[in-house]
């Protein structure tokens, strides 16, 4: 995630706990990589962004060539490295808005339940359609805060608690923004949350 992101002190406050945090999206966390699964196989080069504690990371690495998953929190990197993973599984700590590699060097890029609480997501999204290859696939499942008004004191509570999310789209809202920044939607679904609706999103790389 971006650098200076105000976010960053209360992930790494909350890194050693996050796991006990979202023990209860388990569920939803098992739908969403069987969902990801679905569009990887072992040729794959994937990259991962945000990928916090691993939780994404460790389900799809066994299904692709080598997983490359980034957060821009060193605390939670240092999370996920203490859980056995795969030897496909490699972690590291990147600015999703600067990233180290090439273009075209990637067939998938992940990024889940993370555009919303990050500043600027079109820097982020600019640089995953950078190193996607021209047939690549983004993967973005993202948290709709604006499509059920009941959701909002919940994400109120965590704001007090130092957390911020900066867009709070709903499903239109959403698949609009992507398209504006280079992608066309490919796919989508709604999944449920005990934190918000979740509209799992695939998209490809426009031309131009």
Partial sequence: METGNGNKQFWSRWSGRYDWF????????????????????????????ACGTGAISQRIAGSVRD???????????????????????HYSVQDATDLPYGPETFDVVVIANALHIIPKPEKVLHEARRVLKKDGL??????????????????????????????????????EFVSRCGF?????????????????????????
């Fill in 138 to 175: 983004l993967i973005a499942p993202t948290f709709v805060h604006g499509e059920r008004v009941g959701f909002r004191p919940r994400i109120r509570m965590l704001e007090l608690a130092g957390f911020q999310a900066y867009h709070k789209w709903d499903v239109q809202g959403f698949e």
């Fill in 184 to 208: 066309a939607a490919a796919g989508k679904r709604m999944m449920g949350s005990k934190i918000a609706p979740l509209c799992y999103l695939e998209a490809r790389p426009t031309d131009g």
């Fill in 67 to 89: 997983l490359e998953a980034t957060d821009y929190a060193p605390e939670m990197i240092c999370e996920a490295k203490k859980k056995p993973h795969s030897a496909r599984l």
């Fill in 22 to 49: 979202m023990r209860g999206n388990e569920p939803l966390y098992e739908e969403m990589a069987a969902r990801i699964k679905t569009r990887l196989d072992r040729r794959m080069n994937v990259l991962e962004l």
